[in-house]
T-cell receptor
């Protein structure tokens, strides 16, 4: 079955440290992939998306993600965490060859410690 | 450009009561989605409209949930009668016609069923 898996439901980093949030997908053909951020009691905001152009995608707020077909991964990174990055992050995929609806991972809650 | 609007933001009802949520998508967006997000999980698609036609409602519990999109613009999602397990965030999103286009989310409606 087509799926998106986020490794680690909770990630904690210190302010200024590297942020790495992991996402793997299962799809028979290269998908379209998205990272969204959700602050408490709010909707989802798009951080970045991969649509088969460049494999390194830059998004808002200093985040970027690299599509690696060989590893079926689309991990999200930020070189230096800020307190305002504390939120929940969702990886989602439009997994072509499946039902062609956006499939979300279970989310990773990022905590940033001072 | 105005974003996706949803109302109400919060709703508390007792089980077996009915409730309705409203969504106004971004102007010009042909596709509208309703998602259910249970606490601690990623959003799950309930129903997808293309203009005023239903594209996918395979995960909509049709014995109690209904949705409509009159004139291809606004949409309402109704639950009747509500169950305790319906407590969740209900998110509306919209996108332009193309499948890989970004879905823009509204702020959501937090429903608590007592």
């Amino acid at each position: 079955a087509q799926s998106v898996t986020q490794l680690g439901s909770h990630v904690s980093v210190s302010e200024g440290a590297l942020v790495l949030l992991r996402c793997n997908y299962s799809s028979s053909v290269p998908p379209y992939l998205f990272w969204y951020v959700q602050y408490p009691n709010q909707g989802l905001q798009l951080l970045l998306k991969y649509t088969s152009a460049a494999t390194l995608v830059k998004g808002i707020n200093g985040f970027e993600a690299e599509f690696k077909k060989s590893e079926t991964s689309f991990h999200l990174t930020k070189p230096s965490a800020h307190m305002s990055d504390a939120a929940e992050y969702f990886c989602a995929g439009l997994l072509q060859g499946g039902s062609e609806k956006l499939v979300f991972g279970k989310g990773t809650k990022l905590t940033v410690n001072p | 450009e105005a974003g996706v609007a949803q109302s109400p933001r919060y709703k508390i009802i007792e089980k077996r009561q009915s409730v309705a949520f409203w969504c106004n998508p971004i102007s010009g967006h042909a596709t509208l989605y309703w998602y259910q997000q249970i606490l601690g999980q990623g959003p799950k698609l309930l129903i997808q409209f293309q203009n005023n036609g239903v594209v996918d409602d395979s995960q909509l519990p049709k014995d109690r949930f209904s949705a409509e999109r009159l004139k291809g613009v606004d949409s309402t999602l109704k639950i009747q009668p509500a169950k305790l397990e319906d407590s969740a965030m209900y998110l509306c999103a919209s996108s332009s016609y193309r499948l890989e286009e970004t879905q823009y989310f509204g702020p959501g409606t937090r429903l608590l069923v007592l």
